[in-house]
């Protein structure tokens, strides 16, 4: 079992900035994909970013990919979503979902992740 933490989430305003980190805790695998979806009040689970520590592959969706960076740390088991220039739309709960680095096809689609974590709450007000 692999245990999923995010952090970071906070009440800010439109223009502000937030780092959110995404800490896998089981390190069976070398590195996982660490996938970042996003879920507003009365809305679906969207995709946001996800990132492949294995080929450094980064796919995010146009609506933040101006806005929103990757990084991670030395031991590639903590993986930090960078937001930048938020707006009211990127209010939400912010979860990271894992999944194997080898595992090919999409990374927009949350049933192919295996682990989540709680997610944390982004509010984004004017």
């Known amino acids: 079992q692999v245990q999923v933490r995010e952090r970071g989430g906070d009440k800010v305003q439109a223009g502000d900035s937030l780092r959110l980190s995404c800490s896998a805790s089981?390190?069976?695998?070398?590195?996982?994909?660490m996938g970042w979806f996003r879920q507003a009040p009365g809305k679906a689970r969207e995709f946001v970013g996800a990132?492949?520590?294995?080929?450094?592959?980064?796919d995010m969706t146009p609506a933040v990919q101006d806005r929103f960076t990757f990084s991670r740390d030395n031991t590639k088991h903590t993986v930090y979503l960078q937001m930048n220039d938020l707006k009211p739309d990127d209010t939400g709960v912010y979860y990271c979902?894992?999944?194997?680095?080898?595992?090919?096809?999409?990374?927009?689609?949350?049933?192919?992740?295996?682990?989540w974590g709680q997610g944390t709450r982004v509010t984004v007000s004017w």
């Open positions: 979902g894992v999944r194997s680095p080898h595992l090919a096809g999409s990374y927009d689609y949350p049933q192919t992740y295996l682990y």
């Open positions: 089981q390190r069976s695998l070398d590195c996982y994909t």
């Open positions: 990132f492949n520590c294995i080929d450094g592959t980064i």
